[in-house]
C-alpha cells in the first residue's frame, strides 16, 4: 500500500499522485503474486483510469457487497475478504496482493486475514485524505521485517502482522 509520511492512500478526491516508482514497484508486485485483491471503490477508480491496463494476466478479484459485474478468467467479484482468499485458494495462489481500499484493508486485517504489510512511503503529506484503515479497528502489533528504497525518495517498509 503506497500512502504519505501521514497515512493518507489517497487525496479526499481519490487522487493518488504517487511517484513513477511507486507505480512501476505495484505493477512488479502485482504480476510477482499473479493477483490483486480490492474493494468496490478501487476497481471503479481504475476502471475509469484505465489502471487494469498495465496488470494484464493479473487476476483482480473485486470484494463489493454489490454483484453486477460478470465473472471471467481476470476478473472476479466476491462478497467478502474471506471469499477472495478462499478463490485464490481454490486457483492454486499462495499469496493474496491486497490493494486496498480503506474498507477492504480494514476488513481484512479485522478479519486476521493480512499476515504481513509492505508500506511505501512516499514523500508527501496531505492535509485531508483517505486513511489506510478505518477507525473501528482493533490494535495491531507489526513486527519490522525489513525495508528498502523505492527510486530515490520512497522507502518500501515490510511488517510482519502478530496475530
Not at 17 to 29: A, G, I, L, R, V
Not at 129 to 158: A, V
Amino acid at each position: 500500500m503506497a500512502m504519505t509520511i501521514n497515512a493518507f492512500i489517497a487525496e479526499s478526491n481519490d487522487n493518488t499522485p504517487w511517484s513513477k516508482e511507486e507505480w512501476d514497484s505495484f505493477n512488479q508486485t502485482a504480476k510477482e503474486a499473479g493477483n490483486i485483491v480490492i474493494g468496490r471503490r478501487t476497481y471503479e477508480l481504475m476502471r475509469e483510469g484505465d489502471g487494469f491496463n498495465k496488470l494484464q494476466d493479473t487476476l483482480v478479484i473485486v470484494v463489493t457487497s454489490k454483484t453486477d459485474g460478470k465473472n471471467d478468467t481476470i476478473l472476479n467479484f466476491v462478497h467478502n475478504p474471506k471469499e477472495a482468499i478462499d478463490l485464490l485458494e481454490q486457483k492454486g495462489y499462495q499469496v493474496a496482493l491486497i490493494a486496498g481500499g480503506r474498507e477492504l484493508n480494514s476488513s481484512m486485517i479485522k478479519e486476521g486475514l493480512i499476515d504481513e504489510l509492505y508500506l511505501d512511503v512516499e514523500p508527501q503529506i496531505f492535509s485531508k485524505g483517505i486513511s489506510i484503515f478505518s477507525n473501528d479497528i482493533s490494535d495491531k502489533e507489526l513486527k519490522l521485517l525489513g525495508s528498502k528504497m523505492i527510486g530515490t525518495d520512497t522507502i518500501q517498509l515490510h511488517y510482519a502482522v502478530i496475530n
